[in-house]
């Protein structure tokens, strides 16, 4: 009976109750980690494994949408070589097949998260694309391989990648290390290309 007494008297285990607002806290963290992108002005967060990249075009396969065509959101890839009509061909911008070729080796087989921001007009969602912790996206500007979109009009996605370019400008990387490098949409304008 002493024993039954001694135990009632004692207070809650607070390592336990510590342990419970852990958790809650942790829940909380991970749900508003979710919805980061949504109160940011996402309208949602995809994941899925890339099966296919075409410059900054991507198809990503998500095993709640299935096939889905993605658009990198905000960033303009050097234009690559390639035929525009039967005996034309264009050579493409320096950097263009650099370029290509990092997102295609970053990207491809691999699983990312999405968060979409949209449709363009061919109906492709209008993302920044996740891999772990890189922003694909940002990693493109910041490496002097894409320019900022001009017309990107989503803020918090646009301040981050003004930044990167005029740091990679800067720094004179990629095709910033060129002397006068032309913008794709100048480039495409001049040779009358639809963009990709």
């Keep these: ?76 890839l050097p234009e690559p070589p390639r035929v525009v009509s039967v005996g034309r061909a264009i050579e493409g911008q320096p950097f263009g097949p650099q370029a290509a070729t990092y997102v295609r080796d970053l990207l491809m087989e691999r699983q990312v998260q999405l968060d979409t921001y949209g449709k363009d007009r061919t109906g492709r969602l209008l993302s920044v694309v996740w891999l772990g912790e890189i922003n694909v996206n940002l990693t493109l500007v910041k490496e002097g391989l894409a320019w900022l979109d001009p017309g990107l009009t989503v803020s918090n996605v646009r301040i981050p990648l003004e930044l990167a370019e005029r740091q990679a400008r800067v720094g004179k990387y990629g095709l910033w290390a060129l002397p006068d490098p032309e913008p ?12 990709s």
Excluded: Q
């Design 184 to 195: 794709p949409w100048e480039y495409r304008k001049r040779h009358k290309l639809a963009p």
């Design 1 to 76: 009976m002493l024993i039954d007494d001694v135990s009632e008297s004692r207070p809650p285990d607070r390592g336990l109750r510590r342990r419970s607002a852990r958790r809650a806290v942790a829940a909380l963290v991970a749900v508003a980690a979710l919805l980061a992108p949504v109160a940011a002005g996402a309208d949602a967060r995809l994941w899925g494994t890339v099966r296919a990249v075409t410059g900054r075009n991507l198809l990503v396969v998500s095993p709640d949408r299935g096939d889905v065509e993605v658009r990198l959101l905000g960033v303009e």
